[in-house]
């Protein structure tokens, strides 16, 4: 907790004062250009790694990075969902990213047994709404031994899962086809830095730098 409490000192004599004037100008609204699904893994930070400033990402978070399908009401699943709706209908986002990640902790928990899933039961919920990418990987995957294979096939395949849910929300799929809104697939390695980008022409994911 000192280290946090050292950092806020720190913000606010360092970070603070270089950018006193952007954070002026933020004091009465926001206009993100930028929704960024990302997964709650604290390894992941979307401002550092796109080297983004304050006010440009509307960042939503949960395990996975997972984008439930769209429904006429939500029950369950309204803290990712009216984020998502907010970020375009109210924020008018210009952009959609959907970012993974190496190593996820998450994507490696859909294959867990019910018996230890049955011990987190609200993450088990959660981790339904992937089944479809398991299924998708188990078909894929020709080695099923093969966990290091299992976990990139996952992780990548989980970000194109989530990509074709948006487009399952009319108000997204309608600004989409009218290219109003621009959807990206990220994947984030971590031990290296990299990011790769999903290329729709080519279905490859891309590094980009």
């Known amino acids: 907790m000192q280290r946090l409490l050292d950092g806020l ?21 926001q206009q993100p250009h930028t929704l960024f699904i990302a997964c709650s893994d604290s390894r992941v930070m979307p401002e550092m790694i796109t080297k983004s400033l304050p006010g440009e990402l509307f960042v939503v978070r949960n395990i996975a990075n997972i984008v439930p399908p769209y429904k006429d009401i939500h029950q369950d699943y309204v803290a990712t969902t009216s984020a998502i709706e907010y970020a375009v209908k109210s924020l008018k986002v210009e952009n959609i990213v959907v970012c993974g990640h190496s190593n996820c902790g998450g994507c490696a928990s859909i294959y867990l047994p019910d018996e230890i899933l049955n011990n987190l039961p609200d993450t088990k919920k959660w981790l339904e709404l992937a089944q479809n990418v398991k299924r998708r990987v188990m078909g894929h995957l020709k080695d099923e031994s093969d966990i290091y294979q299992r976990e990139w096939l996952t992780e990548q395949i989980n970000i194109l899962e989530q990509i074709k849910h948006l487009l399952t929300y009319p108000y997204i799929k309608e600004k989409y086809l009218n290219k ?9 390695m971590i031990e290296t830095g990299e990011v790769f980008i999903f290329d729709y022409e080519t279905g490859e994911f891309k590094l980009s730098n």
């Not at 000192?9 to 270089?18: A, G, L, S, T, V």
């Not at 109003?180 to 984030?188: T, V």
Request: glycine share 6%.
């Open 9 to 29: 000192i720190k913000f606010r004599q360092k970070d603070y004062e270089e950018h006193k004037a952007l954070f002026s100008k933020l004091k009465r609204g």
């Open 180 to 188: 109003e809104l621009n959807i990206y697939g990220f994947y984030y």
